[in-house]
């Protein structure tokens, strides 16, 4: 299994060359990739804490956002969970969630977490305990649902 030295910090804790890696990585994949014109960078990027994995090369292959409370949802909330396509079907999405949900735990405490995930991924996000909690909906021309892990109180 492929060592990933996993990282979480907030916005104004990245270096500019880690940002840069963190958005190059996500326009790879959500604009080129899936050939969806949209604003990749947004205002929730300075808002947010950015958990970012290198591989052995040093070079940034797996990303996901945790955004906070009252800026996406009423809960925390996870957003552009990007792996280089390369690196795809040997479980480091997997323990990419894993990760996330470790900061969120020590960070946040138990807490609800809602996402608004791209529909074909409904049953990665149910592995990780999702559940699908809206109708299909588009944004920006891709199927969505809304899904949510543990309890609203």
């Not at 990303?63 to 996870?78: A, D, F, N, Q, W």
């Not at 480091?92 to 074909?120: C, H, N, W």
Request: hydrophobic share 35%; proline share 3%; glycine share 6%.
């Amino acid at each position: 299994m492929e060592k990933i030295n996993w990282n979480t910090k907030a916005f104004n804790d990245l270096t500019v060359n880690e940002y840069w890696e963190i958005l190059h990585l996500r326009t790879a994949i959500f604009v080129v990739e899936q050939d969806c014109p949209y604003q990749e960078v947004d205002e929730k990027d300075r808002k947010s804490y950015h958990l970012f994995g290198r591989n052995e090369q040093d070079e940034v292959i797996a990303t996901s956002r945790i955004v906070l409370p009252g800026i996406s949802y009423p809960e925390v909330s996870i957003g552009r969970v990007a792996l280089k396509k390369e690196e795809r079907g040997k479980g480091i999405a997997d323990r990419m969630m894993l990760e996330t949900f470790a900061f969120i735990g020590k960070t946040f405490g138990d807490v609800p977490v809602r996402i608004s995930a791209q529909e074909y991924l409904k049953n990665f996000y149910s592995k990780h305990g999702f559940k699908q909690v809206s109708e299909s909906y588009l944004e920006d021309d891709i199927p969505h649902i809304e899904m949510l892990w543990g309890k609203v109180e």
